[in-house]
């Protein structure tokens, strides 16, 4: 029996190869741990096979750890060096994260459990521990921000049974390190794990920490966060490093009160609202460092079928107040035209040079232009600016249609409407070459945006366009499926 043991110490100290896999060794390893521990305990009488046994037991436990630590190296993955396996285990997360304000820690952390080196890899690695539900318990939070070191925060704030006072000072004493936050209040219930289950000791943080919170108001912090009744008044407090935020203001009181200012928040360039009123004066309420803002009124109680009112003055003014404002969407809101005094001003007396998006459903024609008068954006690509009629914007047929169409007795044209900043289509040639080009022409501008920058032009999609007026069944003319409104063009 010594015999065989002492063979099985010899295999793991002297590096013979062992031809069995990494978990059958262990077993042998455990097992032989096991008969050595209770052999020393006997105390037997023969001092040289205790010694033995002793010596046997030490370096079984050296050769355990040395497993423990390489349980996958004879694997590819185990081959891989720390950073790819970095890169792999975030890519892991970053799938949980589609579609999810937070990841649950049950879905990802048996990660840690694989092997010691796995374990050590995530813990050292900060971007494991950034994102932090203060739904869960305080033990969870703490172990959160201990493994994300100073890395900058990924917070979510949300209304539960668990009153939000529960965790003010770890809260308030980490605001300043909040990258982003995202603050949900539509009562949604957190999933059950042992990372929401309320801690047995509780241990705050020194209140020194929690009352040095520089609050622009009088107020205590303790005493302004018993008075709040939705998580999004939070954001009165300093967070110095907050570049992205999203409210999301669910609940029957969302519409009897207003996001607080946010000029205080210098790095803020992203807000995305839903179903969060907003006051007047923009303004005075974005800091200028804004570049993408997303306000949706879905799920407002509306009264009297009345939209949520937004002035025209406020979209115009915060142009003005945020230079580097690239993306601006409005949904599910109506537009309160502005003052006559106010439409008289300078044209393009705005600079929004960055501008690229500009997206506001409900502006009719008459408040685009109104809009696009003021501001001067070279840059706006984007946009649901309603088309200019053909009446209207195109008289004469000639500036589209080619040259020998141009004089032609076309009899009705198909309208759509694109943008192409300028007119391509120059043609004095033959009919035939006319309609070749005219086809051409057509599907180029078929790719492109329906707005592009500030101007827009008609295109013309002929539907009856043989010059000799032929009907549409002509098998010689190019005939389109009709698309749109057929208006009637000048003999």
Sequence with gaps: MNGNLLSQTGLATNGHPLQTSVTELFDVVERTLDYARQLDAAQTTNLDAAAILNDAAIHLRS???ILARRSNMHRPIGRLPDELLIESFLSVLAALGDNRYIIDPCQWEYLLNVCSRWSAIIRAEARFWRSIDFRWNQITIE??????????????????????????????SNMGRAGDIKIINFDEEPDDCPHTKPSYVIE??????????????????????????????????????????LVICRHDT??????????????????ELRCCHLGNNWDRMFPASLRYLRTAYTGVPIYDDRKPGIDMVDIIRLMAHCPDLISLDIAEASINPAPTAFALREKGAVRA???????????????????????????????NQPGPSFRDNVPPVSPVFPAPYANSDVSQVDVEVVTIGEVAIRSSGTEEQAVT???????????????????SLCVARLSLSCPQRHNS???????PKPQGKVYETPR
């Design 63 to 65: 050769a355990s750890s």
């Design 143 to 172: 172990r959160y921000l201990s493994f994300s070191q100073d890395s900058p925060l990924s917070l979510v704030l949300a209304i539960s049974d668990m009153p939000l006072l529960q965790h003010k000072n770890l809260l308030l």
């Design 204 to 245: 705050t943080l020194p209140q020194s920490r929690a009352s040095s919170i520089n609050w622009p108001e009088t107020k205590t912090g303790e005493d302004k966060l018993k008075s709040k009744r939705c998580p999004a008044e939070l954001l009165v407090a300093a967070a110095p490093h907050l570049s992205n935020l």
């Design 254 to 271: 969302s519409w009897t009160h207003s996001l607080p200012p946010l000029q205080h928040l210098s790095r803020l360039t992203s807000v």
């Design 353 to 383: 040079l960055q501008l690229r998006r500009l997206n506001v459903p409900g502006m009719s024609a008459s408040e685009w232009d109104l809009l696009l008068h003021h501001i001067e954006a070279p840059s706006l690509s984007e946009s």
């Design 437 to 455: 080009e005219l086809r051409a022409y057509v599907n180029s501008t078929e790719s492109k945006a329906l707005n592009y920058g500030m101007q």
């Design 473 to 479: 069944n002509c098998k010689g003319c190019w005939n």
